[in-house]
């Protein structure tokens, strides 16, 4: 079970990082966002248009997570 404070971080398949129980995030310039929602997506191929946030880029470009298919390639 998990404490009521605790921030998740789970890598969704071959798209962002989905973060439960987050309160804020800081961007790569250091500025502190306030979450008010209980599951927010961070862009993980790094070409969405709302960093930090994803905006769905990633299935146009199809963005494959380059360490679950190097896993996949080698099993
Ligand atoms: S992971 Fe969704 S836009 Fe980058």
């Known amino acids: 079970m998990r404490h009521p404070t605790e921030c998740v971080v789970t890598a969704y398949p071959d798209g962002p990082y989905l973060v439960r129980g987050a309160h804020h995030v800081v961007d790569a310039e250091g500025n502190e966002i ?8 961070l862009c993980r191929c790094g070409l ?4 930090p946030w994803c905006d769905s880029t ?8 380059p360490v679950r298919h190097r896993r996949r390639e080698s099993d």
Not at 34 to 41: D, F, G, Q, Y
Not at 48 to 51: A, E, L, M, N
Not at 58 to 65: A, E, N, S, V
């Open 34 to 41: 306030e979450v008010t929602r209980p599951v927010v997506a």
């Open 48 to 51: 969405s248009g709302q960093k």
């Open 58 to 65: 990633h299935k146009l470009i199809r963005f494959r997570d």
